[in-house]
């Protein structure tokens, strides 16, 4: 049985892919939204391209068709609203365009090694869930494996009945992972949806911001951004995630030991939480 310290601790961590523990900035997608549309001869904007991050990606085309901008320029290009032929048609171009370069974004995000080592240390399971498809994950987690990165758990958006913000990605993992009540996991991410999906699934939330998709800047950007201006669009980004809800916000990945140590004093402060 475990102790009383132990039943009150976190147990486990779900990690969102794409801008939060690989491919910096969360790019790969981005560009690939961006030019599904350019290609038809429509100009959508990075900002509103971002701005469903972390759906499912058939979902994510269907909200990028409802924003009233891009729907008017639809119909001024077409002559009548998009229709289901369409999103079909704009998904099959987004999966090719994605493959091409999923390789090459599968690069895990300065600090995730070391703090996977930490957590594991700690005898902390490392769990995931992406907005990506089990066919796009396999690519990404294979050669994410390459550089060291190997969660226990990997849950596509595809293997469940439905993506974020719903929470049954995260309830799949807390059973692969075999961890429970699920208020000893703490659910990571870089969007509002991953902030979503983990309160629906009632975990603790914690949102990252440099190489995340809020921020939406390269690791170069960062370094290269007037502090003042960095600072400005990271107050922002965290006000964003606080009002969705998010439990906390930090800086980059490696900040989430602390987060952690929080959780954990939070925890064992009340010892009538729950029963194990």
């Known amino acids: 049985m475990e102790s009383a310290k132990e039943c009150k601790e976190i147990q486990a961590v779900i990690f969102d892919w794409a801008g939060t523990t690989v491919d910096y900035g969360c790019f790969a997608p981005v ?20 701005e469903p ?8 085309i269907m909200e990028l068709l409802k924003m009233k901008r891009i729907s008017n320029l639809w119909v001024a290009k077409f002559g009548k609203e998009p229709d289901e032929r369409d999103l079909k048609s704009l998904y099959k171009d987004f999966e090719a365009l994605l493959f091409k370069g999923l390789k090459e974004t599968a690069k895990p995000i300065p600090g995730v090694i070391e703090l996977v080592g930490r957590l594991r240390q700690q005898g902390i399971k490392i769990g995931s869930t992406t907005g990506y498809t089990r066919e796009m994950i396999d690519v990404v987690k294979k050669e994410a494996k390459k550089w060291g990165y190997q969660p226990d758990s990997i849950v596509a958006s ?26 000893k996991i703490v659910k990571v991410g870089d969007t509002i949806s991953d902030i979503k999906e983990g ?3 009632g975990m603790w ?22 502090p003042y201006d960095l600072q400005k669009r990271m107050k922002h980004a965290e006000n964003r995630f606080l009002n969705a809800g998010g439990d906390f916000v930090i800086d980059e990945i490696g900040d989430l030991l602390e987060i952690i140590d929080r959780i954990n004093y939070r925890l064992t ?3 009538d939480i729950f029963v194990c």
């Open 53 to 60: 991050m972390g759906l499912l990606k058939m979902d994510h």
């Open 158 to 183: 595809t293997d469940v009945p439905s993506g974020r913000p719903a929470p049954w990605m995260c309830f799949k993992t807390a059973m692969n992972l075999q961890v429970y009540p699920l208020s």
């Open 269 to 271: 402060e009340k010892k």
């Open 199 to 201: 309160i629906s699934a």
């Open 205 to 226: 939330t914690v949102a990252v911001l440099k190489g995340g998709s809020e921020i939406g800047l390269s690791e170069a950007e960062i370094n290269e951004m007037d």
């Open 31 to 50: 560009q690939a939204f961006v030019e599904i549309f350019r290609i038809r001869g429509i100009d959508i904007t990075i900002k509103e391209a971002r």
